[in-house]
């Protein structure tokens, strides 16, 4: 049973614009989301994180939204950039738990 | 500072024999985590360590599969006897005990044949 979804395996956007990424969760107690970032043959790299207490968190060109109600997260890159082509993962953790739990990773190309 | 280091960067083996991934976490760093990546299942927590103690290996898939960790700049991850569906890309990562995020090392792609 998957807690961290990631439904769209892949998504291609032309250079300027936005960049959506979307991930659904199931376990309610997850209080922490972040994202990561991977290139081939390289590990997955911290891009941004948001706590439950907050349902925004921006950072330059990354901006990551929380809507628990809906239990529901999303990354949003603006403006998109062909270095941004890579997968994305989202992970999640709950209270004083070490591990994280990620999705399965959604391929995001950037077009020139 | 050097990242976390993994090694080998690749392995190609045959059915049966032992596989030992390398890991060398971020100086300073106190939990240690192995992950592995398929197709399939993702990315996927095997073990984690805390201060050299493995806190929780209910990822690890079977008896085949064991970790060390036998002091803090220093993890194995041994598979006995390797099986083709080992197969995937096995990732370390280090953290601050206190804090939240994991660095990762650039992986292991393991082949067994």
């Known amino acids: 049973d998957q807690q961290v979804k990631q439904n769209s395996p892949s998504l291609s956007v032309q250079e300027g614009r936005i960049s959506i990424l979307n991930c659904d969760y199931t376990n309610s107690m997850f209080d922490y989301f972040l994202w990561y970032k991977k290139y081939p043959a390289e590990g997955p790299t911290f891009l941004i994180s948001i706590s439950s207490i907050k349902d925004k968190n921006e950072d330059g060109r990354f901006t990551v939204f929380l809507n628990k109600s809906a239990k529901h997260l999303s990354l949003h890159i603006v403006p998109s950039q062909p270095g941004d082509s890579a997968v994305y993962f989202c992970?999640?953790?709950?209270?004083?738990?070490?591990?994280?739990?990620f999705g399965s990773g959604t391929q995001l190309t950037v077009l020139p | 500072d050097a990242g976390v280091i993994q090694s080998p960067r690749h392995e190609v083996t045959e059915m049966g024999q032992e596989v030992t991934l390398r890991c060398k976490p971020i100086s300073g760093h106190n939990s240690l985590f192995w992950y592995r990546q398929t197709m399939m299942r993702g990315l996927e927590l095997l073990i984690y360590?805390?201060?050299?103690?493995?806190?929780?290996d209910s990822g690890m898939p079977e008896d085949r599969f064991s970790a060390k960790m036998p002091n803090a700049s220093f993890s194995t991850l041994k598979i006995q006897p390797s099986e083709p569906r080992d197969s995937a890309v096995y990732f370390c990562a280090s953290s601050l005990l206190v804090a939240e995020t994991q660095y990762f090392g650039p992986g292991t792609r393991l082949l067994v044949l």
């Open positions: 360590f805390n201060n050299n103690v493995p806190i929780d």
């Open positions: 992970a999640a953790r709950s209270g004083s738990a070490r591990q994280l739990t």
